[in-house]
């Protein structure tokens, strides 16, 4: 696998991925609804050692997560682009927001997150995994 590119809608923020993602979430939380505008987030689960920024510097709003662990959302602070989460340090990855991708055609989505907070007109994939909160990791097959 070649690694993966991705930044912001302006290029002030730029990172590179050097590891396939650990999977594909689709995230019904409603931190996630206010990021995305309303609808749930598409993230790619990246290994934390494979993941880094390239250029400029995200701004991180951050806030409590359902652990109880603070939880970063990094995005631009230039054009406002969602980019990354910052889970807290016992996580093994970081969710990438499949918008801020260069190239995200083969991501197909592994499992859905945080259902209980899903709004009735929130698509789901059928066949995938539905998950009322956070699942232990690496989720059940």
């Known amino acids: 696998m070649t690694e993966m590119t991705g930044g912001c809608a302006c290029g002030a923020v730029r990172f590179k991925i050097a590891a396939p993602p650990m999977g594909v979430g689709v995230c019904h ?3 996630c609804q206010k990021g995305s505008g309303g609808g749930p987030n598409y993230v790619a689960l990246i290994p934390r050692a494979c993941f880094e920024v390239t250029k400029g510097e995200a701004k991180v709003y951050t806030c409590q997560g ?5 939880i970063g959302r990094a995005f631009c602070g230039n054009c406002g682009s969602p980019l990354w989460s ?3 340090e016992m996580s093994p990855f970081f969710p990438v927001k499949l918008g801020a991708l260069d190239e995200s055609s083969g991501m ?3 499992l859905h997150l945080y259902t209980d907070s899903a709004q009735p007109w ?3 994939h059928e066949g995938l ?4 909160k956070m699942p232990p990791f690496p989720p059940p097959a």
């Open 129 to 132: 995994p539905r998950f009322g």
């Open 29 to 31: 939380c409603l931190d």
């Open 108 to 110: 197909e989505p592994n």
């Open 86 to 88: 910052i889970p807290g």
């Open 66 to 70: 359902d652990s109880g662990a603070d």
């Open 122 to 124: 929130h698509l789901m």
